[in-house]
Each structure stands twice: as structure tokens, then as C-alpha cells.
């Protein structure tokens, strides 16, 4: 939502319309600050989710998810007051870094699993997935542009060589759509779902 506004802000700028310019620039800026108000946990150092049913404290779930990465693509809580500790933990091997990583959940959580538990294709308690490993790539290359000491150039290569060593199989390049952390396979693997294996062969 942050982002479209400020598309829509920029479109504005350009149709000379400085009222709807000024306008949906403060909506993404209230947004935003929402955002670091209510989505940035202070005690975990990280954007975690807010269950909103019967939580009128807007108390934050417990536990880093690797969508905590996902505000700095859209240019939300670039400053390094948000993304030095939030990077520490997608490097850290208690927190999201993994041989086929990052998972979608840090390690040390009590619901982090490394392998599945039966044949359902979408569990998102540890498998890292290319979709969000992508998302998180960009999340990085959002922080380096900024200018954000968070990230050093080694560290996105490094992820980035993770993201391309895990699109194997078989030993050609190959991508399903949840892969183990820790084993060299694919965990939902499955004819015409997220399958473009046979693309690239």
C-alpha cells in the first residue's frame, strides 16, 4: 500500500496535479508509520505479524518470519535502526541462514521444522521457498541502494549464490516450489504446480 501510493504520488507529479500528489504522499507516510509503529517489534527487533481478532493491544506474534523482510522492497524502514538487526538475522544460523536458505521461519523457533511432516505441498514453518527468496533478495538490494550500512555487497552475492545453488535438480537448473533447508532436495515437488523444470531443460 506504501508503494502504490507513491506510485500514485509520482503519476500525479507528472499530470502536473500537485493536490493528489500531496495527498497520496501522506497516505504512504501515515502507512509507513503505522507500519513501525504497530508491525515493528522493539523486543524482537524485527517487522512481525499482528493477529488482529481478539487482540485489541495489537500485541505482535512471537517469532521472526522471513516476510519480515518484505517492507524494506517497498521502501518501508530502510533507516539502519530497522535493517542492521533485521539482517544480522537472515546471516545468523539460529535465525534464517540455511545451506538452501533462507527458511520462512527462523531456526530457533519452536515451530521451525526442517523437513515435512506428510505430503501437503504448502508448509511455510521452515522450508525456504524461492517465491520469498526472491522477495528477500530484493529486500536486500533495497537496503544496499539506500545506502544502508545493514548490507555489505558480499553478504547479497552470498544469498544470491544460495538462491541460484538451490534451483537444482539432478544437477541441472531446475525450480519447484518449497525446498529443504538443510538437504539437497525438493520438499513440494509436484506435475504443474510451481514446476518449470521442464522449461529450463
Not at 188 to 195: E, G, I, K, Q, R
Amino acid at each position: 500500500m506504501v508503494a502504490n501510493a507513491r506510485a500514485i504520488a509520482n503519476i500525479a507529479i507528472q499530470a502536473n496535479n500537485s493536490q493528489v500528489a500531496s495527498n497520496f504522499t501522506q497516505i504512504a507516510a501515515n502507512i509507513e508509520t503505522a507500519m513501525c509503529t504497530h508491525l515493528w517489534d522493539h523486543a524482537q527487533q524485527f517487522f512481525v505479524d499482528v493477529i488482529r481478532p481478539n487482540n485489541t493491544a495489537l500485541t505482535p506474534i512471537t517469532g521472526r518470519e522471513e516476510v519480515g523482510f518484505c517492507p524494506f522492497r517497498f521502501g518501508i524502514g530502510l533507516s539502519p535502526k530497522y535493517g542492521m538487526p533485521s539482517v544480522s538475522q537472515l546471516f545468523d544460523p539460529q535465525g534464517f541462514y540455511a545451506l538452501y536458505g533462507p527458511t520462512t521461519l527462523e531456526i530457533r523457533n519452536q515451530y521451525f521444522n526442517a523437513t515435512k511432516l506428510d505430503s501437503y505441498c504448502c508448509y511455510w514453518d521452515g522450508q525456504s521457498w524461492p517465491f520469498s527468496m526472491a522477495h528477500t533478495l530484493e529486500s536486500l538490494a533495497a537496503l544496499y541502494r539506500y545506502g544502508n550500512s545493514s548490507v555489505i555487497r558480499g553478504q547479497y552475492v552470498e544469498l544470491l549464490g544460495t538462491y541460484a545453488h538451490t534451483q537444482y535438480k539432478d544437477g541441472v537448473p531446475y525450480v519447484a516450489e518449497s525446498h529443504y533447508p538443510f538437504v539437497d532436495g525438493w520438499s513440494a515437488d509436484s506435475t504443474n504446480h510451481s514446476d518449470v523444470g521442464l522449461f529450463l531443460l
